[in-house]
């Protein structure tokens, strides 16, 4: 089955939803009338004046299907489908998932952000089968964890999760059609270019929230009301690929759906891998290998470079997996 790429935001606190998304599927709403402020924490919030007072919208971005953007004070929310579904894939343990990531060292550090340049590749799906490349950033007890998760997803048209806009909480600010947008470009399996987007996730120095630029650009944030643990900084922070089975138990693939090889054209990757430290300076990232968690899948991790920094590859063709 086919499948769209598209950027994708999920939370513990702001569950999302991947759907097909175009220009013509989004609407220009109030900046306080959208979804975000349905959610009962953020009754009362404002927006901080630093998130709407440098607004640039006359940047072209290259992942955009096109450059219209929403009059001011609106902002562009996906429009959503009457077939939606809301099965939420929240947690490490669910049925069906597979991993394969880098992880931080297992310590006392803090992190104020994570960022990373990611590899765009068309998949092709089953119906309730899902594929994540994106970075977690994550902090409480496993009964309390509050987790930010921002990449790229495929999905097969039939939805499977709660995603980007559907349920309230995280706040857009940019008046482009972002979250839930299509990328119009991937890259080709040992072509001469690799397509990538650069997700960058920080937590502000004067608000306790988490904000997010995408190349740059800011798209929104986390208020501070929503989170617990997390208003402390993240105490781990993850990179890499996450599928989620079919019922027939068949998992989709996972990258560019090939394991990792020494060819950067052939392997899907993370690229520049950055953290922000608890003093807010930005750091390569140290991180320790974590095993990919089934046969079908695969991680490669890559020595420093001045050209892609810290990096790695990952990914596989799925199949039956395991559970």
């Known amino acids: 089955m086919d ?7 999920l939370t513990y606190v702001v569950l999302t939803q991947i759907t097909l998304g175009n220009i013509d599927e989004f609407d220009c709403v109030d ?4 979804p975000a402020f349905q959610h009962p924490s953020l009754k009362h919030h404002k927006i901080p004046e630093k998130f709407t007072s ?8 290259k992942y955009k299907t096109n450059d219209q953007s929403c009059p001011k004070g609106t902002v562009a929310i996906l429009r959503q489908r009457s077939e939606t579904e809301s099965l939420h894939l929240d947690t490490d343990d669910h049925f069906g ?5 880098m992880d931080t060292y297992p310590d006392a550090s803090i992190y104020r952000g994570a960022q990373a340049d990611i590899s765009i590749h068309n998949l092709t799906l089953q119906n309730n089968q ?20 921002v990449g790229w997803a495929a999905d097969g048209y039939k939805t499977t999760g709660c995603y980007n806009t559907n349920c309230p909480g995280f706040i857009i600010v940019t ?9 119009k470009l991937s890259s080709v399996y040992g072509g001469d270019k690799t397509v990538i987007f650069t997700p960058h996730v920080y937590q502000d120095v004067f608000i306790p929230g988490w ?3 995408v190349d740059d650009e800011m798209i929104g944030y986390w208020p501070g ?14 990179f890499g690929g996450n599928t989620y089975i079919s019922p027939d138990g068949i998992s989709p693939p996972m990258g560019n759906g090939h394991f990792p090889l020494k060819d950067y054209q052939r392997s899907s990757s993370f690229l520049h891998v950055k953290l922000t430290n608890h003093r807010y300076q930005t750091i390569e990232a140290k991180t320790i290998l974590r095993n990919a968690d089934s046969r079908c899948f695969r991680l490669m991790d890559r020595r420093y470079t001045k050209e892609n920094g810290k990096s790695f590859s990952y990914g596989g063709a799925g199949g039956r997996c395991g559970i």
Do not use: C
């Open 175 to 183: 008046r482009k059609p972002s979250i839930g947008s299509i990328f």
């Open 3 to 9: 499948t769209r790429q598209m950027i994708v935001i």
């Open 225 to 238: 009301e929503l989170f617990t643990h997390l208003k402390n900084g993240a105490s781990r922070v993850r």
């Open 54 to 61: 440098n607004e640039s919208f006359d940047r072209k971005n």
């Open 130 to 149: 899902l594929s994540r490349s994106q970075i977690w950033l994550e902090n409480g007890p496993p009964g309390e964890l509050n987790s930010i998760q």
């Open 97 to 101: 998932h597979h991993f394969a990531v």
């Open 211 to 213: 904000a997010l630029k």
């Open 31 to 34: 900046i306080y009338k959208q």
